[in-house]
Every structure is written in C-alpha cells, then in structure tokens.
C-alpha cells in the first residue's frame, strides 16, 4: 500500500467511526451537518458536527453579549447567522482526536513535496509538475469518497447536510461542495438557508446604515 492509499485508508476509517461516535454522543441533539473541516493549505483533516440544540445554546450565548443582541435581536435570527459557521458548534473539534492516525498519514504526504530529495518509490510521475495542486486535489477527492462512505452506511437519518468545510470559504464553494455530496433536496435546503441569512443582514444594513 503506497502513501496516498495509506492516507485514504485511514480517513475513510476515521470519518466512518466518528460519524458513529457522531450518533451515539449527539445524535439526541438532531444533527443537522456532517463535515470534514480543512483550511486552504488541505494539510489538516478532522470531522465537524451541527446539532440543533447546539446551535440553539451558542446562539443564547452569542445574544448575552450586547453587540450582538444589538445586530440580532431575536434568537431565531441568531441561529440563521450562525447555522452554518462550523466553528461556532460546541461539538466542531470534538471528534479531532479519532483523525490522528489519518492526520499523520497526511502529513507524511506534504512532508514529501516539501522535500527537495525525497524518495519517489511513493510519489511517482502521476503527481506530475504541479504536486501541490495535485495533492490538494486528491485530499478533496480522498475527503468526498469518506464522505460518501459514511452517506451510503445510512449512519444518520436523512436529512443530514454532508460538506469538506473549511474557515475562509464561500457559499458557491459550499454549495458545490454538498451538491456532490447530497440529494438534490438537501442542497437546496442549505441554499435557501443562505438566502436568509443574506436577506437578515441585508435588513440590518438598512436599518443601521454605515
């Protein structure tokens, strides 16, 4: 087993067994999202939960601070800016430490594109010239078929929205994320939910010109 198969291995592994643990420990919350979370760099991986009642705490928590009782106003509105901010869940690193195995597998991938002689018995010619945007690009795909994965187990019930996340990202690319991840109906839940969003802020510009 070369390197790549050695990291998807150990990712498919994770991400099914933390959508379990997802279950057994949150599953009485409603969970609403399961992700894999990254940053731009892709050299991180770990499985993010939304539950309902999660973000129903964060936002009370949120709405005790007078800044934002002051933008928000109410709770429901609360909860629609802050649905899909991954970050914000009480529950977003708490399956983190059931990645390490998957975690070091790719690091040992970036740790060999960032060697100037390293061994290529495990990084052919298929990387080709662009290694790094290769690399990102098979952490997506390695990221999508876990994902996939734990969707065709039937782990949660349906309904639940399945995403790669990361902290600097745009709808479009969330969107584009779920779409290759889920039934038609859930992307358009999570494209309506945008829109709202949108239009609260939108009314609160108005309200409160700069």
Not at 135 to 148: G, I, K, N, T
Request: proline letters at 2%.
């Amino acid at each position: 087993m070369d390197a790549r198969d050695a990291f998807r291995s150990e990712l498919t592994a994770a991400t099914l067994r933390a959508a379990r643990e997802a279950v057994a420990r949150f599953g009485s919350e409603r969970i609403y999202s399961f992700a894999l979370y990254t940053n731009g760099e892709y050299n991180y991986l770990f499985a993010s939960v939304s539950t309902q009642a999660g973000l129903e705490r964060v936002a009370r928590n949120y709405l005790e601070k007078p800044d934002f009782r002051r933008t928000w106003k109410t709770l429901d509105v609360a909860m629609v800016q802050l649905k899909w901010s991954p970050c914000d869940s009480p529950h977003h690193v708490a399956l983190e430490d059931g990645f390490a195995a998957a975690q070091a597998q790719l690091d040992m991938l970036w740790d060999a594109i960032d060697e100037d002689d390293v061994d290529d018995e495990d990084f052919d010619d298929e990387w080709g010239d662009d290694d790094y945007s290769r690399l990102c690009d098979f952490v997506v795909q390695a990221s999508a078929e876990a994902l996939d994965g734990v969707r065709r187990a039937g782990i949660f019930d349906e309904g639940v929205t399945f995403n790669i996340l990361m902290g600097d990202q745009g709808e479009d690319e969330r969107l584009h994320y779920a779409a290759a991840l889920n039934d038609a109906a859930v992307v358009r839940r999570l494209r309506e939910d945008f829109g709202v969003a949108a239009r609260h802020r939108s009314v609160r510009m108005e309200d409160d010109p700069a």
